[in-house]
């Protein structure tokens, strides 16, 4: 069975940081696309990054000007997630989320995120 | 960026009705289109692929239509579980975007 389990969550100061951490188990981690996907409180879904299973394509949202950083450590079947220089607005659930390629009727390959975590609540306040 | 609109933003409905959401992108994505259900207090729930593709495990009355740039998703008789929010998401840039949300509720 998939599992991801997500910690590192929790209260912080605006300015400070966080390193958020993601368990992989139940599937061969090192061959997937993992992402993260944040939902500020009673908002919408917004994509956050994504790294590829050997790292060497990393994506980001424009929004996060540079302050996020994601990672994975194969051996260890972990994805992360630091964050910098946190503000107000960065108070989310975030989830992680492993990236499928489901092949069409046509053949066509669509990146889909077709397993989530549970989520871990990052509060950025004062 | 891929800007993703969806309507109604919500809507309240009876069970057994057919409900059918829409999902606009800004520009053509063919069929690089993902819908999502969500439950309050929980993760989202990969619902259909590749703009009309089931994953296995997801009911029938489920499906989903369109490419270019406007989809739908059909719930064909709508059951006490689906009420939920869903959100419709791209794939067809590495940046990927979701919709607001259309939240479906009990009438």
């Known amino acids: 069975e998939v599992q991801l389990v997500e910690s590192g969550g929790g209260l912080v100061k605006p300015g400070g940081s966080l390193r958020l951490s993601c368990a992989a188990s139940g599937f061969t981690f090192s061959t997937y696309t993992m992402n993260w996907v944040r939902q500020a409180p009673g908002k919408g879904l917004e994509w956050v990054s994504s790294i590829s299973s050997r790292s060497n394509y990393i994506f980001y949202a424009d929004s996060l000007k540079g302050r996020f950083t994601i990672s994975r450590d194969n051996a260890k079947n972990s994805l992360y997630l630091q964050m910098n220089s946190l503000r107000a607005e960065d108070t989310a659930i975030y989830y992680c989320?492993?990236?499928?390629?489901?092949?069409?009727?046509?053949?066509?390959?669509?990146?889909?995120?077709?397993?989530w975590g549970q989520g871990t609540l990052v509060t950025v306040s004062a | 960026d891929i800007q993703m609109t969806q309507s109604p933003s919500s809507l309240s409905a009876s069970v057994g009705d057919r409900v059918t959401l829409t999902c606009r992108a800004s520009?053509?994505?063919?069929?690089?289109l993902n819908w999502y259900q969500q439950k309050p207090g929980k993760a989202p729930k990969l619902l259909i692929y590749?703009?009309?593709s089931l994953p296995s495990g997801v009911p029938s009355r489920f499906s989903g239509s369109g490419s270019g740039t406007d989809f739908t998703l059909t719930i064909s008789s709508l059951q006490p579980e689906d009420f939920a929010t869903y959100y419709c998401?791209?794939?067809?840039?590495?940046?990927?975007?979701f919709g607001p949300g259309t939240k479906v509720d009990i009438k």
């Open positions: 590749a703009a009309s």
């Open positions: 998401q791209q794939s067809y840039i590495t940046q990927l975007t």
């Open positions: 520009q053509s994505i063919s069929t690089y």
């Open positions: 989320a492993r990236m499928d390629d489901y092949s069409d009727s046509s053949g066509q390959f669509v990146p889909s995120l077709a397993y």
